[in-house]
């Protein structure tokens, strides 16, 4: 996996997947998508596309960067490795968010507390 330090963490882990309920987004009356509320509401959201720039997929993790920047490799039991590209406005502290290709899967994960091997950058 790869990394600088080691730690083991309990954390509580949820499933996200792209879909504008997880993500915040809605689409406007000219179907493109925007943020659906916050400091952004109405402005432009590319959906798929994380805080880091990089496109979502499979091991992309969302965390609060003043706990584990962006880079912070993860392996989380039940989902594999991972790494912090993403944030989310719930995401504080000691939780983490994982990415999932549908909406379904993210809902099956739920929400569990897990110990998760972290390697900080």
Request: proline share 5%; aromatic share 10%.
């Amino acid at each position: 996996m790869g990394g600088g330090r080691v730690e083991y963490l309990t954390l509580e882990a949820t499933g996200y997947c792209k879909c504008g309920q997880c993500c915040g987004w809605k689409r406007n009356l000219l179907l493109r998508p925007v943020y659906a509320y916050g400091p952004m509401k109405g402005q432009p959201k590319k959906v798929g596309v994380t805080a880091s720039g990089t496109k979502a997929k499979r091991g992309t993790i969302a965390a609060d960067t003043s706990v584990f920047p962006f880079g912070t490799r993860m392996r989380i039991p039940g989902y594999g490795d991972g790494v912090v590209e993403d944030r989310g406005g719930a995401i504080k502290g000691n939780k983490i968010d994982l990415f999932f290709k549908t909406h379904r899967q993210a809902l099956e994960w739920g929400r569990r507390s897990v110990v998760v091997e972290v390697r900080h950058p």
